[in-house]
């Protein structure tokens, strides 16, 4: 043959006709994405080299978008409910028909009882918008899916220091010279972690991860530490006993820049016990290094002594700092005491604390650039301690998860590692401390708008969303005494408290992209059989379910009503600084989605459906003054909203000349702009406002300059949680709002204003022999929620997932290759294929999360693996802890956050017999869509 | 002809980090996605969404858990792809000339219009790096994005295979072996990169970077020295440490 | 190796038919006329039998005329190049000596050493790959060979000296047998040398690229049970050595033993060439830990 038929020496075919960037949406990453496009059709996702997020790099879920955009399981239009409930029988109707029949419902409920009608959201990347819609409705159940994801982290990072991990910060990737890790679900931030641990390798710098489970990240660390689940707080707490008691402490940092100075009332019989001693400002008083006399704490020039002890009116008050050093360098803390709990040796514990204490302070980096404090005192350098922390869901979801990541981010504080070069950096909008963010509201008048935003911080009892009685506002509970700081909601408690009527019964039950029947919620059999129980006259105990999503999944089919949303590539978003900001560390940034391919079905951005839906229930600032609609659709709104005078969702190119940056009037050319820019905006951080941000004076006024707030805000980080104690001094009797008695001890426990370790609830609650092993999942970098399945592409990577037993136990059970278990817990029964994994801890089991399938949903044949051999852990969970016997409906989540506490797990497995399908094998619902065709051979038209 | 050519001009291949790679299956997808729009027949998916879905992938990670004599178990990521190997057994057996290794670059390709399907390109190749499109009945294979490193209807940055332009953990590189001062080059001399199956004889292009020696960072001996047991003793040390501030 | 009933059909039926030209063509049996013709009608049909059976495995039979092309590196070539000459030459053969009676003696002998040389090329295409350890050897080439010989001195009415070439071919493949069970453990491929891992321990696999299967899986890592194959290369030595030994040796000649060693033969042949696929190992199977 020949060479003339082979390809050309210097084959440069054309990729396509056009480019068009916008925004990923294959996971929360939130990744800037270049769609190639030829004839219309969508040839090529490539990441977008410009973009802040992923730097041009995209992971497999992104570039499996195509088939995600083409998927056979996108819902083609509004449906009504024919069949029973679950039955997956509906019927086409109009937009029309679908907006009465949802006003029909919501309509009438908003004059009397607003909070029957219960909103929330999943995988909502537009909270502000949707936050603002459940306001004007006057609802008070309104969140997003926070409380089962990982709001412990959030809520610890912003009470503590104002930001946590990934949406709020991250590493110093390119100073870092020692990065640990703890229990990372592996997706969230997903290509800036790959990109920044590749990046800390290649600069020679070294990785220890902690998990129990050796993937991902923690297969690449350098040093592997396979922690017991649940117990990484005391981990952490004998790091800081070391480090105290060899002195490895910033002791000026923290001098500086936290609350250790503020003076406490020691005496456990005073009246102001545990709370801060106060001016009559209100400021808290530090004991003056220079005078000894006391002094407010941010006074110019005051050095707050942290060995200072104080007496006043026959009262002792000390520092925070050394309550802290008391409470950590305890005995029950030391290395010796926790190793066996964490499945560590102490020895191991002692040698990783020295090595964060020998990077941190004999690694020290500095840089010639000078700035200013808030104080205005002048530095000549910046000081960089270059070790870097990251976490995520592993630490958070267990019922002791609050006060571990406060743990956490009190051991990058005491390291002085938090700003500073080489340590975890905040990314603009945060530092954010908690008294900056809004505190919680419920409705006050029916038939009127919330008078602020549901979600907020609570800074001691008079802030919770309780009536006269102590009872819940909220149908989730949230900012009740059951979980006082749950500042994200507590969506998997919305179904069964509502089919409890506990505290109340519901009216209408409306959900965006949240797969509630399935892998969101915990428990899902008994999720199901809540949506589908009736009442003694035949209606359903929750009446009415509106659910909107752009695929056919599993909760499609236990709706009356569904409002069919687009694909990521069909539509507008903003994915703004009022939201969950896509920003860097070094600049402010903000993005957009615009629809790149128009759809092809009779579907709507589910957004463009509120703003119709807004209008025709006449919600205040949904509708003009002659009444007609406020905004056209969502890209109407993401122009012309201002949430404040001159600031609104989107930060680019303000002002009709697109000159204003963060500030300025609507422009109704933005999005063009934000599409010439490449789909997004960002406004860098002046250089000498990069480290410190707090406390720098450049940074606060860029951060005024930009919108972010509207007057600096110098903070300290809380060490001591104030807010915290004060709930606790409510549980001990003190002051008008008192929890129940019942709620107090655990109260008084959990509420520790220093972090202390408590066994997590289910650890506690159930029989070690009975059930002797801990249950964990993990979810693929390669599948995200339950999105991957449908995609022809990733279901090939992974389409059935097994548990992993630890080796030991495999060898002592007899499993060989190819057998089933059964893994009981005091919940439930399910029969699961195995496989041996010895990369892990010896007491723990894991699987991927959400690859099990209902049979019946996504398009996917009833036979498929998804359905007859993955499976989902979820069914032995529960929502509830195993019943106490005080007829009594004990959550099973953190006390103070209300995170679920899906980690808590504990099982049992024995040898099942060989062969599928998985238990429990759910019948069935009738697909909307039918089954995606035969075969594929996607790029034949090119 | 399928006879190898007895030198190339450059030698183009990849260096594979396996101390870097995080198992994402980035590069895996991208390179699905470009190469079934791109190069030759599309990348097939049979059953797509029923009970067996199987398709053709030039690029697959496996995952390996190795455990070392002493010392706790290690999970390695471990992508492969072609090795575009300078003695390639896939290309001689070809009957058709269908497979043939580039004398200027050393990539193999196998031009799709000479290919019957008989399979024996892969039956060659010890690496799996060949798979038969079950619905085109065409053998597919990785050309190294030979339509993207050349192609001049990208932009010059983006001249690089597609699996190295969108792997986020930055573990593929993308080189020439032949000059000793590439990068490539240099990351193999530094890191003491390796080959696939040596005993096979197919002097692969592709090399691969093993694992950094793990679990030695910490060991179990270092600790800090105590400089206070009691709270007491504490205060002590404190009140001496501020002084130094 | 995937025992495709295509390629098992191919090696064997056109082993056998390229074994009994190569007899054919150097006088034996010793027949002429209709009978000749019976004889080569046979020979071609079991040649061309094979070689289009082996066509049904191509995923793109359009271009199978290609395989010609590549005769200087590739064995599969030159055995399409070999099986056309081969029938060509034997065709004329054939020709003149049922047609004319006439017996060419060099285009007999060209015909005889083309028809065995494109067994060896089959031979050849398995025997090449260092990726198939048990196939790596001479051996196989060997055994093809004798196949061819012994099948076609069998089929040929050869008596006596079938009986002692398929003696010869049971005691080879004993041998091959025996050495192909050490041939994977000798060519010192492991899991640990294909990832380069065995720098640190022991490897397994943890998770596989895909759950399901692939082309790779199905094509080169089908396994099967060492209690199973010991049976099958029990049955088809008896069948295809055994029997027909013994029918040769101690059976009274007639066409019906004939016919049954025949048969015996050809079904045993299919059993043990069934094993000749399936129980080779690819060493890319180790990739999947298998």
Sequence with gaps: MSQGTKIAARPS?????????????????????????QDGKVKYIEGNRDHPVNKGVLCAKGSAGIMQHYSPARLKAPMKRVGPRGSGEFEEISWDEAYDIAVGWMGPLRDKTPEKLAFFTGRDQSQSFTSLWAQAYGTPNYAAHGGFCSVNMAAAGIYTMGGAFWEFGQPDWDRAKLFMIFGVAEDHDSNPIKAGIGRLKANGGKV?????????????????????????????????????????????????????????????GADDFGLFLRDAE??????????????????????????????????????AFQLLAETYLDARYSPDAVAETCGLTAAKIRAVAAELARVAFEEEITIDQPWTDWKGEKHDKMIGRPVAFHAMRGISAHSNGFQTCRALHLLQILLGSVEVPGGFRFKPPYPKPPEAHPKPHACDKPGQPLPGPHLGYPMGPEDLLIDDDGNPKRIDKAFSWENPFSVHGLMHMVISNAHAGDPYKIDTLFLYMANMAWNSSMNTSEVMRMLTDQNDNGDYVIPHIIYSDAYSSEMVAYAD????????????????????????????????????????????????????????????????????????????????????????????????????????????????????????????????????????????????????????????????????????????????????????????????????????????????????????????????????????????????????????????????????????????????????????????VWTWNAIGKKRGAWALSEDAPEATQGF??????????????????????????????????????????????????????????????????????? | MTALPEKTEKKLGLVIDLDTCVGCHACVVNCKEWNTSNYGTPLSDMDAYGAAPEGTFLNRVHSYEVTPQ????????????????????CVTVCPTGASYKRSEDGIVLVNETDCMGCGLCAWACPYGARELDQLAGIMKKCTLCVDRIYNENIPEEDREPACVRTCPAGARHFGDFADPDSKVSRLVAERDGMDLMPEMGTAPVNKYLPPRKKDVLVGETKQLDAKSEEPKGFLAWLDKALEAI | MHPAPSVIIFTTLSGLGFGLLAWLALGY?????????????????????????????????????????????????????????????????????????????????????LSLGTV???????????????????????????????????????????????????????????????????????????????????????????????????????????????????????????????????????????????????????ATRWLFFAEAKHVVSLYYGR
């Design chain 3, 29 to 113: 049996p010793d027949v002429s006329g209709v009978v000749a013709f019976v004889f080569y009608a046979i020979a071609f049909a079991l040649a061309v039998g094979g070689l289009l059976a082996s066509t049904f495995h191509l995923g793109n039979r359009k271009n199978a005329i290609k395989a010609f092309s590549q005769w200087r590196t590739s064995w599969l070539s030159r055995e399409g190049v070999g099986a056309v000459t081969s029938l060509i030459v034997m065709g004329v053969y054939a020709a003149g000596h049922i047609f004319l009676g006439e017996k060419w003696g060099a285009l007999g002998v060209l015909g005889a050493v």
């Design chain 1, 208 to 268: 220890i991860g902690v998990n129990p489970i050796r993937s991902g990240y923690n297969a690449v660390a350098d040093e592997w530490i396979g922690i017991t689940p649940g117990t990484d707080g005391l981990f952490i707490m004998a790091i800081m006993h070391e480090l105290l008691r060899a002195g490895k402490v910033d002791l000026e940092y923290l001098c500086r820049y936290t609350n250790a100075g503020f003076l406490v009332s020691a005496d456990e």
């Design chain 1, 561 to 844: 009503l569904i409002l069919p949303d687009t694909t990521y590539l069909e539509r507008h978003d903003c994915i703004s600084l009022l939201d969950r900001p896509i920003c860097e560390a070094d600049a402010a940034a903000d993005a957009i989605r615009w629809p790149v391919v128009e759809p092809d079905r009779n579907v709507k951005g589910f957004q463009s459906a509120l703003c119709d839906l807004g209008a025709r229930l006449g919600l205040p600032g949904w509708v003009n003054e002659d009444g007609s609609q406020k905004y056209a659709d969502y890209a109407d709104y993401i122009t012309t909203h201002e949430r404040r005078p001159g600031v609104g969702p989107l930060a680019g190119w303000r002002n009709e000349d697109g000159s204003g940056e963060g500030r300025g009037a609507p422009n109704p050319d933005q999005l063009d702009k934000y599409i010439e820019n490449g789909g997004f905006w960002m406004g860098h951080v002046p250089e000498e406002a990069l480290y410190y941000k707090p406390w720098n004076a450049a940074y606060q006024d860029w951060a005024v300059g930009i919108g972010l707030f509207d007057a600096p805000q110098p903070y300290v980080f809380n060490l001591y949680l104030e807010p915290a104690r004060k709930m606790q001094r409510a549980a001990e009797g003190i002051g008008d709002s008192q929890p129940p008695e019942n709620m107090r001890e655990r109260i008084k426990a959990a509420f520790t204003p220093l972090p202390e370790w408590y066994q997590p609830f289910e650890d506690a609650a159930v029989d070690h022999d009975e059930y002797p092993l801990h249950a964990l999942t993990q979810r693929p970098m390669h599948m995200y929620h339950s999105w991957g399945s449908q995609n022809a592409w990733l279901r090939q990577i992974t389409n059935v997932n097994r548990l992993y037993i630890p080796g030991k136990v495999w060898d002592e059970k007899g499993f060989e290759e190819g057998d089933w278990a059964y893994v009981t817990s005091v919940h439930g029964k399910i029969k699961v294929p195995v496989a041996r994994m010895d990369a892990l801890n010896g007491d723990t």
């Design chain 2, 70 to 89: 002493s010392g706790c178990a290690q999970t390695v990521h471990f992508p492969k792809s072609c090795l575009h190997c300078d003695d390639a057994p």
């Design chain 1, 13 to 37: 075919p054309k990729v396509s006709d056009e480019i068009r960037k916008t925004t990923c949406y294959m996971c929360a990453c939130r990744c800037g994405i270049n769609v190639h496009l």
């Design chain 1, 282 to 319: 209100g400021k808290a008083q530090v004991v003056d290094r220079a005078n000894g006399g006391l002094a407010a704490y941010d006074a110019k020039g005051v050095t707050a002594n942290l060995a200072a002890s104080y007496s006043q009116d026959g009262k002792t008050y000390r520092t």
């Design chain 3, 120 to 270: 060896f090329t089959t031979s050849m295409i398995y025997a090449q790959l260092k990726t198939v350890p048990r196939w790596n050897t001479p051996w196989t080439s060997v055994l093809f060979m004798l196949h061819a010989i012994a099948g076609g001195a069998l089929l040929a009415g050869q008596v006596t000296v079938a009986a002692i070439l398929l003696a010869v071919l049971g005691l080879v493949q004993i041998v091959a047998w025996q050495q192909g069970d050490g041939a994977f453990a000798a060519s010192g491929a492991s899991l640990e040398t294909a990832t380069g891992l065995g720098r640190i321990g022991k490897v397994r696999q943890l998770e596989a690229p895909h759950s399901g299967e692939n082309y790779l899986l199905k094509e080169m890592a089908f396994e099967v049970g060492r209690k199973h194959a010991r049976k099958l290369r029990a049955i088809g030595f008896v069948l295809a050595i055994g029997l027909p030994v013994a029918l040769l040796l101690l059976a009274p000649v007639n066409h019906f033993v004939a016919l049954l060693a025949v048969v015996s033969h050809i079904a045993g042949v299919f």
């Design chain 1, 872 to 942: 989902l852990l979820n069914h032995l969970i529960h929502e509830l802890l195993p019943d106490k016997g005080d007829g009594l409906r004990w959550a099973n989540s953190d006390p103070v956050t209300g995170q679920a506490a899906w980690f808590d797990l504990r099982v049992n497995i024995e040898k099942a017999p060989a062969g599928g399908p998985s238990e429990p094998a759910h019948p069935a619902a009738k697909s909307q869509v039918g089954q995606g065709p035969a075969h594929v051979a996607y790029g034949e038209d090119f």
